[in-house]
């Protein structure tokens, strides 16, 4: 399966991880002497189920000396645009895989079983446009206590995004402005459940609202099959937006290398 990474994120002053990247993209922050990136392609490339790797946003000076082969895409100026830059040069590409896996670049403790999972939802359950992942609250915070990640709640409970999603390579046509809106709101439940209109808000807001709403949903204002995948992995939602985080995720990766080290 082909692979789009997005990687062009560059926090501005003010925001929480500027005065770590200082301007540079945040895919780029040095752990352990290596890129973040470099631990995302690590899981990647580990797993046998994945073709091509796609890099959108970073130029290929960025990418030298990253585990590859790699295609490198220049930003193209957000997320979205990202995203369809990525696709199209899928598109045009020899035998492009049905399915893509559009992954964060700064998830860097994802691992090849990780990336399996997410995948393997696809093959169990075939046909849908958008496979979307989700962790509960009680297996992120078990795993990644003091986390601080943002939840949605809904009926079946507290559940936060995850930064690895499937996509059909050629998907239906759902209008852009919505995916502008959703993507700028990805951080917030609840500026993400006012886009989808009256009656889902009041049920979000009651908790009255369920995965099943969510998927109906997808076809009704996105017009695209959606599935919602509960992982058991909180690897595909601990993502770096604040210096606490990228704290915790140093942390990890440094046990896992000297857990290595030790077992040689």
């Given at each position: 399966m082909d692979v789009i990474v997005t990687a062009g994120g560059v926090p501005a002053p003010?925001?929480?991880?500027?005065?770590?990247?200082?301007?540079?993209?945040?895919?780029?922050?040095?752990?352990?002497?290596?890129?973040?990136?470099?631990?995302?392609?690590?899981?990647?490339?580990g797993s046998k189920q994945v073709g091509r790797v796609?890099?959108?946003?970073?130029?290929?000076?960025?990418?030298?000396?990253?585990?590859?082969?790699?295609?490198?895409?220049?930003?193209?100026?957000?997320?979205?645009?990202?995203i369809e830059a990525g696709l199209e040069c899928l598109r045009r590409s020899e035998a492009p895989s049905e399915y893509v896996l559009?992954?964060?670049s700064d998830v860097p403790l994802i691992t090849p079983e990780v990336v399996n999972f997410v995948i393997n939802a696809y093959l169990r359950?075939?046909?849908?446009?958008?496979?979307?992942?989700?962790?509960?609250?009680?297996?992120?915070e078990a795993r990644f206590p003091g986390s601080r990640?943002?939840?949605?709640?809904?009926?079946?409970?507290?559940?936060?995004?995850?930064?690895?999603?499937?996509?059909?390579?050629?998907?239906?046509?759902?209008?852009r402005d919505l995916w502008q809106k959703l993507i700028a709101a990805r951080k917030s439940p609840w500026r993400q459940a006012e886009?989808?209109?009256?009656?889902?808000?009041?049920?979000?807001?009651?908790?009255?609202f369920t995965i099943a709403d969510a998927e109906r949903l997808a076809v009704k204002v996105g017009r695209m099959r959606g599935r919602v995948v509960i992982s058991p992995y909180p690897e595909l939602a601990m993502d770096v937006d604040k210096p606490g985080q990228l704290a915790i995720i140093e942390q990890e990766l440094a046990r896992r290398a000297q857990s290595v080290a030790?077992?040689?």
């Open positions: 003010g925001e929480p991880l500027y005065p770590v990247t200082q301007g540079k993209p945040k895919a780029l922050i040095p752990i352990l002497g290596r890129p973040m990136i470099a631990y995302v392609l690590d899981a990647l490339l796609v890099i959108a946003g970073l130029p290929p000076e960025a990418i030298a000396g990253l585990p590859g082969p790699l295609i490198s895409l220049p930003s193209q100026g957000g997320m979205l645009e990202n559009i992954c964060s359950q075939p046909g849908y446009d958008l496979y979307y992942t989700v962790v509960e609250k009680s297996v992120m990640r943002t939840y949605a709640r809904i009926k079946e409970g507290a559940f936060t995004g995850g930064d690895l999603t499937l996509l059909r390579l050629n998907p239906p046509d759902t209008p886009l989808i209109g009256f009656w889902p808000l009041i049920k979000f807001i009651t908790r009255r030790s077992s040689r």
